[in-house]
């Protein structure tokens, strides 16, 4: 079946401005995550969604950062005056977290984001 | 909070010898402790994982062991094929009626030479 998808794939913008990134979880799942990861290193947690509340944004590095979810599927994080330590790829993760089950997290290919 | 780290970042081997990747974690009340493959391009891909109830598991040529004691786990590939060359990433979490936010280390890069 379909797997996570991220869009779009590569996103350029200039320092300052302000950034959207989608991602489409897979369907029925209830849990999702958001993940940075800068260039050789491994994802860092930014946010959780269970159903269309953000449970824990305690990853979020400062409030120029933001993500919705408010129909429980489809994601957006938002970027606000953009930096350029702002550049890495965001991953987006989604689990069928239930009670009884693993847990597991299935990613997306990622947005690779380039402040220039 | 937890932190992962990962051992060694790069690794080469002969195809069709075994490779082996260890992490520690820090906090104890981790319970749940996945391995991912990234390929190029690509977001990370689920490949084993273990949880705290259990000290070791395979699949196929993958396995994976767990001593909660030492706060360590590896991961072990036998029988090593060149498509098995990627960066390969342990993570840690308390899974909990709540948030399951992975801690990752900070990955391995795997060569299988032909």
């Known amino acids: 079946g379909a797997g996570v998808s991220q869009t779009p794939s590569n996103k350029v913008t200039e320092k300052g401005k302000y950034v959207e990134l989608r991602c489409d979880p897979i369907s029925g799942h209830t849990a999702l995550y958001w993940y940075r990861q800068s260039l050789g290193q491994g994802p860092e947690f930014l946010i959780y969604?269970?159903?269309?509340?953000?449970?824990?944004d305690s990853g979020l590095p400062n409030d120029r950062f933001f993500a919705v979810r408010p129909e429980g599927s489809v994601s957006t994080l938002k970027i606000q005056r953009t930096e350029r330590g702002d550049s890495a790829v965001y991953l987006c993760?989604?689990?069928?977290?239930?009670?009884?089950?693993?847990?597991?997290?299935?990613f997306g290919p990622g947005t690779r984001l380039t402040v220039l | 909070g937890e932190n992962v780290e990962q051992h060694p970042s790069t690794l080469s081997v002969q195809e069709g010898d075994s490779a082996v990747i260890k992490c520690t974690y820090s906090?104890?009340?981790?319970?749940?402790f996945p391995w991912y493959k990234q390929e190029l391009g690509k977001g990370p891909q689920l490949i084993i994982d273990?949880?705290?109830?259990?000290g070791e598991k395979k699949d196929q040529r993958i396995a994976v062991t767990l001593n909660k004691t030492a706060k360590h786990f590896s991961l072990h590939i036998t029988e090593t094929q060149p498509e098995d060359s990627a960066v390969y990433f342990c993570a840690a979490s308390m899974r909990q009626t709540g948030a399951n936010n992975l801690f990752f280390g900070t990955g391995t890069r795997l060569t299988v030479i032909p």
């Open positions: 906090d104890s009340a981790s319970n749940y």
């Open positions: 969604f269970q159903g269309t509340g953000a449970a824990d």
């Open positions: 273990i949880r705290s109830n259990v």
């Open positions: 993760a989604s689990s069928p977290w239930t009670s009884g089950t693993r847990g597991e997290q299935f």
